[in-house]
């Protein structure tokens, strides 16, 4: 139970970062830095991609005596990083491979869509890899406080009282996960433009992809690309590996498993 509840906080967590980042009013201020827009872009903005796995790892001091830091070894290490990498492939803010979605709950479960079956490097098994669909294009940025507090030791120490009884609140039987994942408006206006037809049409055409139909997978997942008046990363990522260089008709060794290599786009 505390590792199902465990790997649910890590996708609330990280659900509830990526919403922090577009909220702050520090942060959205260098949307309007002439150096970053002419560098980047008149729609330049500070953004976050996030890979989630699950796997054993071997933490280690490393350092002298003046730092000291913690390392972490396991392959599961590089699996993580490339999982990250790989949600830039697809265009997304949260790639969760298929490790974490079979420790977490049902109902956190299904807020993740299956978008691919592939090998990372640094993986010899096939994996799945699941996207927490949110967007961040309605987020609006919070108006600074106007109040300053100048604070003191002893009010530091309470607040650190406050957040560490919120942490262990958290864990109590009756505190669900998906629950606060439910209940966060910051959440549910990311995700309120993935609707019920949107989901069926890309399943749909997944499936068709992973069988090797991907003739009829281009043609569901075409209209699943522009869906959200925005582009679907998943459905042009699929659509990218299926065109080039394949012409959209699977090879005959297909068996909806793709080679995810550095080279992949």
């Not at 970053?36 to 054993?56: D, I």
């Not at 994942?181 to 990311?190: D, K, V």
């Not at 043609?219 to 699929?238: F, I, K, N, Q």
């Amino acid at each position: 139970d505390k590792v199902r509840k465990l790997a649910d906080m890590a996708m609330v967590a990280l659900t509830k970062i990526l919403g922090a980042v577009h909220r702050s009013p520090v942060l959205a201020s260098y949307r309007g830095h002439p150096g970053l827009q002419q560098r980047l872009g008149r729609n330049c903005r500070v953004n976050l991609s996030s890979g989630l796995h699950a796997g054993w790892a071997i933490e280690g001091a490393v350092g002298s005596e003046f730092k000291i830091e913690a390392s972490y070894l396991s392959p599961n290490v590089s699996v993580a990083e490339n999982v990250e990498r790989a949600a830039q492939i697809y265009g997304v803010n949260i790639l969760v491979t298929e490790s974490v979605v079979c420790i977490c709950s049902g109902a956190m479960a299904a807020k993740c869509r299956l978008v691919d079956r592939v090998i990372l490097p640094g993986s010899a098994s096939p994996m799945e890899l699941y996207v927490i669909d949110v967007g961040f294009t309605h987020i609006m940025v919070e108006i600074p406080p106007k109040l300053q507090i100048n604070w003191t030791s002893r009010q530091r120490y309470r607040v650190r009282q406050f957040l560490e009884a919120e942490k262990a609140m958290k864990w109590h039987s009756e505190v669900q996960m998906v629950a606060l994942f439910n209940e966060n408006p910051g959440i549910a206006m990311m995700r309120m433009r993935y609707t019920v037809e949107f989901m069926h049409v890309f399943n749909m055409g997944y499936q068709n992809y992973s069988q090797g139909e991907w003739e009829v997978a281009q043609r569901l997942l075409s209209r699943t690309r522009g869906m959200l008046g925005v582009e679907d990363g998943p459905s042009a990522a699929l659509l990218r590996y299926m065109e080039s260089p394949y012409g959209f008709k699977a090879p005959d060794t297909w068996q909806g498993i793709r080679l995810l290599d550095d080279g992949s786009s």
